[in-house]
């Protein structure tokens, strides 16, 4: 049966390359690409395990999943089918949940395409990067969604983000603000 194509997390040091070059000066156009393409994916991954639905590997149909039992493709024609088990499985090992960062990641997945520049698409890349899950009952930033798109543990992720973002300036001390507030605030300098 055909695997479901996952967006996999974003090795951080493409990112740290995108970040080193942009500060120098450099505009990579064609790694800002892989970055921005790379997120785009894992987006699209959240959004759907966020939207509770899956596409099939076959057709690409977008299906439902259910609550419990097994997801079959209703197109005609199309056999595929994955028990509801082997699908929670697969949101595991590709670290697909999405939390509460729904919004965040329907913006960049929705932006990105219409991009045309260099600076439109780090300015969306750098966005994203420095959201943050909002707590549902106060509405205030709660923890980095950063662990949801980049590759590694979350407090490797906390500390590289923190290294990478000291180099620049703009966002960044905002970033640090909020993230002192939050659960993971005790893992900066
Ligand atoms: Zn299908």
Redesign the pocket.
């Given at each position: 049966m055909d695997k479901i194509k996952w967006g996999p997390r974003l090795p951080t040091g493409l990112l740290k390359k995108l970040y080193r070059q942009d500060a120098l000066g450099i505009q990579d156009g064609v790694l800002c690409e892989e970055v921005g393409l790379y997120l785009l994916n894992r987006c699209r991954t959240l959004i759907l395990v966020y939207r509770k639905e899956v596409e099939?590997p076959?057709?690409?149909?977008i299906l439902k999943v259910p609550p419990e039992g097994t997801i079959f493709?209703t197109?005609d024609g199309?056999n595929?089918t994955i028990s509801k088990k082997e699908y929670g499985e697969g949101v595991k090992n590709h670290y697909a949940y999405p939390g509460r960062a729904g919004a965040a990641y329907l913006k960049y997945f929705e932006n990105y395409p219409t991009t045309k520049t260099y600076q439109e698409k780090i300015i969306l890349i750098d966005t994203l990067i420095h959201s943050f899950h909002i707590d549902e009952k106060t509405n205030e930033p709660k923890k980095s969604i950063a662990s949801k798109l980049l590759e590694g543990s979350k407090d490797g992720i906390i500390k590289f983000l923190d290294e990478l973002f000291s180099e620049n300036t703009d966002s960044n001390k905002e970033w640090r603000e909020m993230m002192r507030n939050t659960i993971h605030g005790a893992k900066l300098k």
């Open positions: 099939c076959v057709c690409k149909k493709c197109t199309c595929w």
